[in-house]
């Protein structure tokens, strides 16, 4: 397989499905050292199920999984870290990764929980979980997906679950976008498994799966995600972190001269558009907010949409770091809470947001 290419296959048998699509990848090849520590990061955000939309299907880090163990390789992890508000813990054990794991006798490794160490990322420090440095050959497993920040959140976006929750902070406070290129200029990943069984494609947290029964698979996360721009409907400048990786020699944006490969009859099926998130931003006033608080502020806005109470709200919501020690009207979030009207949390829900909205809307407008 070359860097230039994309295999893509369609089915519902995800488990056998992803075998087929390694091998016909020859995933084995690039991988010359049956010894080699391989690490399998999935996207286990928060605890919900897959089919909810956005999280790593089980299956097909098990298909990888038997991939690699009928070829004699048996030193697999995994590896992960939820976003801050929730524990990878949890999501464990609701995503099916605590069965996979006693399943196959693979470990899995909690970022959470691990300790970070600085590292320079070309020409910016980051710290990495430690157990990163133990991986000799990483295979990245994203989810296809949107991202009520970023607009798409896939393959380089992936890599922040490698890092502690202070630093995933502190991303946000550096603007998101360059430290997501840094991290992928730290952190190389070896191998990309693209989940797009049924991703949310407005927000990370998923709740409106939009199901397409495929797996994607390349060797060049920035022409994946480029690529992955195109099928949402996004141009590849919309999303600055993709750009800012290829200048930094992460992988290339040239979807010119990629090659895009549909495995057997692999139907070319389209993504619909969608921008959800995009009707309902104008209603923020964001300063480097974290991407749980956020992600739970859009849903919840959108069920004030759902209800009709979402036009009566005629004042920007204040949320994020940006906003602490700071006084104001409205806010989300214990970084706002010296607002008048304030929703506690760190983050709150989306259905403690959305009855905070809505009782504002009904009592105080």
């Known amino acids: 397989m070359n860097t230039n290419e994309i295999y893509i296959k369609n089915g519902t048998q995800y488990k056998e499905m992803t075998k087929e699509l390694l091998t016909q990848c020859n995933l084995a090849a690039q991988i010359f050292d049956t010894d080699m520590q391989i690490g399998i990061k999935p996207n286990l955000v928060a605890p919900s199920e897959a089919s909810w939309g956005a999280t790593t299907h089980p299956e097909i880090v098990a ?33 099916g990764y605590c069965e996979l794991s006693e399943k196959y006798q693979v470990p899995f490794w909690d970022m959470q929980k691990d300790k970070g160490i600085e590292r320079d990322c070309k020409g910016v420090k980051l710290n990495i979980c430690e157990r990163v440095a133990e991986v000799d050959f990483l295979i990245n497993v994203p989810v296809l997906k949107g991202h009520c920040q970023t607009k798409i959140t896939c393959a380089l976006k992936n890599m922040k679950g490698l890092i ?28 990309i498994v693209v989940d797009n069984i049924c991703g949310d494609l407005d927000f990370e947290d998923g709740g409106n799966p939009v199901v397409m029964n495929r797996v994607l698979a390349g060797m060049d996360p920035v022409l994946m995600d480029s690529y992955v721009c195109e099928m949402m409907h996004y141009k590849t400048e919309e999303v600055p972190y993709i750009k800012l990786a290829e200048e930094l020699g992460v992988g290339s944006t040239d979807l010119k001269h990629a090659r895009i490969i549909y495995c057997e009859d692999t139907a070319r099926k389209k993504l619909p558009k969608s921008r959800k998130v995009v009707e309902l931003q104008d209603a923020v006033e964001e300063v480097e907010s974290c991407s749980a608080c ?16 979402f036009e009566k709200l005629d004042e920007k919501i204040c949320i994020g770091q940006g906003f602490r020690g700071k006084t104001g009207n409205l806010g989300v979030g214990a970084c706002t809470c010296r607002f008048v009207h304030n929703v506690k949390g760190c983050p709150p ?7 905070f909205l809505k009782d504002y809307i009904l009592n105080y407008k």
């Open 294 to 309: 956020y992600g739970y502020l859009i849903p919840a806005l959108e069920m004030l949409k759902n209800d009709g109470l």
């Open 63 to 95: 298909g990888i999984i038997e991939y690699l163990q009928e070829r004699g390789y048996k030193k697999i992890a995994v590896l992960e870290g939820s976003w801050v508000g929730d524990k990878t813990t949890e999501a464990y054990e609701v995503c």
């Open 349 to 355: 829900t989306e259905n403690q947001i959305y009855d």
């Open 164 to 191: 502690p929750n202070t630093e995933k902070r502190r991303f946000h406070a550096m603007g998101l976008h360059k430290p997501i290129a840094h991290l992928n200029a730290g952190i190389h990943q070896d191998f």
